[in-house]
Each structure stands twice: as structure tokens, then as C-alpha cells.
């Protein structure tokens, strides 16, 4: 038994140092946020729900030139002030729910107003109402990812709102760029890049939540690590 027990915290700790390995090389945040979301221990706790704010604050950030609406841009501001405590949870909702009209309403003018003029010849109508379409996907990720930067966690826990804001900005510049006729290759360039940017952001605000030397430590508690056999 106590052979049994020696091997299986011996594993344990092995796991430990690969997991914070992959965390501390991973090339995309969707990576590190998939780890963090199959993480119990994370899930469960909000200790660092500041850090994941700054997070989606600053994806946000990144899509800030195609927010049309002050609303959008208040949401940021937001997400920033109650990462370091200076606004209230109330303001944060607040924040939210604004930001979200915001996105509603963009959704609707776009679904209302006419893209295109008559005097456009057939060729030239499909690629203006292409441009037209996927700059509005852009606006509407743009949207979207700064109302999920603050949105409170009554709402979502702030994991889940970061992986969401981490998601609506890299599709916002995806289209973007297809609004633009940009080639392909340099698309999945620019996204890669992206995703590289937002995984050295975690880095950065979160460090290594998986390094059993900092503190708190993010690993198994000793009451769990005492019942592996």
C-alpha cells in the first residue's frame, strides 16, 4: 500500500510539471483557456477573476478601432476598473447589460438598412454585399467581445466570459480581413499571430497557474492527494 501510494504521488507530481510545461509553451490561448476550463480546481474557484478581467479587457482592446458604439467601448473600461477594484459590481452589470443592448441594436441595423446601391453592376453587387457581410460579422464579434469582457460572473463565471472574449475578438479580425479581400494565407497568418498575442497575454496576467512552487499553489489539495492509492 504505501509502495502504491509512493508511485502515485510520484505521478502525480510528474503530471504536475508537464501540465505547467504545456501551459508555459502553448502557442494559443485556446489551449490554455481549454486547460484551465477542464481544470475543477479553477472552475471552482475566483481568485483569479481579476487577472482573467485584464484578460478579456485587453482582447477587447485589440478589436477597439471597430467599436462603433460608446457603449462597446464603456464595457472595456469597465472590465479594467473592476479587475483593479474601482468600480462596483452593480456598475459592472451595468456595463454588461449596456454593452449588450449595444450589440442587439447593431444586429438590428444591419439586418434593416440596405447594403448596396442600384446604379451597381451584378459583379460589383456580390462583392460589395460579401465586403458588406463580413464587415458586419467583424463589428458584431466586436461587439460581442466587449460585452462579454464585463460580463459580472452572476452572469458566467469570468473563465467562461474570457474564453468567450478571447473567441469573439480573433473572429472579429477574421472577418475583418475578409471584409478587406485579404489573401488567405496571410488570414490564417494574422489569426495565428492572434492567438499567439492572446496566449502571452494569459501569461502575463495569470503567469503559471499550474507551477507548484507559486502561491496559491493550483494543484490537488492534501486532502484529495491523501486518498490516491
Not at 56 to 81: F, Y
Not at 161 to 167: C, I, L, V
Amino acid at each position: 500500500m504505501h509502495i502504491a501510494h509512493s508511485i502515485s504521488i510520484e505521478t502525480f507530481h510528474e503530471a504536475q510539471i508537464i501540465t505547467a510545461e504545456i501551459w508555459q509553451s502553448a502557442s494559443s490561448a485556446d489551449i490554455m483557456l481549454t486547460m484551465l476550463l477542464e481544470s475543477r480546481l479553477f472552475q471552482n474557484s475566483n481568485h483569479h477573476a481579476p487577472q482573467l478581467y485584464l484578460f478579456a479587457g485587453s482582447c477587447a482592446r485589440r478589436v477597439n478601432h471597430l467599436l462603433q458604439d460608446p457603449r462597446s467601448r464603456e464595457a472595456i473600461r469597465a472590465a479594467e476598473l473592476f479587475a483593479s477594484n474601482a468600480t462596483t459590481s452593480q456598475q459592472l452589470l451595468d456595463s454588461h447589460l449596456s454593452a449588450h443592448n449595444a450589440t442587439l441594436d447593431l444586429a438590428n441595423t444591419y439586418n434593416n438598412s440596405p447594403l448596396l446601391s442600384t446604379e451597381q453592376s451584378k459583379d460589383d453587387d456580390d462583392r460589395a454585399i460579401s465586403r458588406a457581410t463580413f464587415f458586419g460579422g467583424a463589428l458584431l464579434h466586436a461587439a460581442a467581445t466587449a460585452s462579454m469582457a464585463c460580463c459580472p460572473s452572476e452572469i458566467l463565471h469570468p473563465l467562461q466570459a474570457a474564453e468567450a472574449s478571447a473567441r469573439y475578438a480573433t473572429k472579429a479580425l477574421y472577418y475583418e480581413q475578409l471584409s478587406n479581400d485579404t489573401d488567405s494565407t496571410l488570414i490564417s497568418q494574422l489569426v495565428d499571430e492572434e492567438q499567439h498575442r492572446q496566449s502571452q497575454a494569459l501569461r502575463i496576467f495569470l503567469g503559471n497557474p499550474f507551477d507548484s512552487k507559486r502561491w496559491p499553489p493550483f494543484n490537488i489539495p492534501t486532502t484529495q492527494r491523501s486518498t490516491i492509492r
